[in-house]
């Protein structure tokens, strides 16, 4: 957990926030939540797409190496 978020809950935890710390604690989470990692179903159709595109790629390569590159 980030350690402005923990310092802050530690201080709520102590006595009432003001309202910059909650300002802070919300902006904190906001940024989390941005960064979060997109879901499990998300990232295995994506890593699909890229091992298609990486074999499309590997299949023009043999071509060229074949046939000889065009310029």
């Known amino acids: 957990m980030d350690s402005i978020i923990e310092r802050t809950l ?4 102590k006595r009432a926030l003001f309202p910059e710390e909650i300002k ?37 390569v043999r071509k060229c190496e074949r046939n000889g590159c065009p310029d």
């Open 10 to 13: 530690d201080t709520a935890s």
């Open 24 to 60: 802070r604690l919300s902006a904190s989470i906001r940024a989390l939540e941005r960064n979060q990692m997109p879901p499990e179903d998300v990232l295995v159709r994506r890593i699909k797409e890229l091992q298609g595109k990486l074999d499309d790629c590997h299949a023009r």
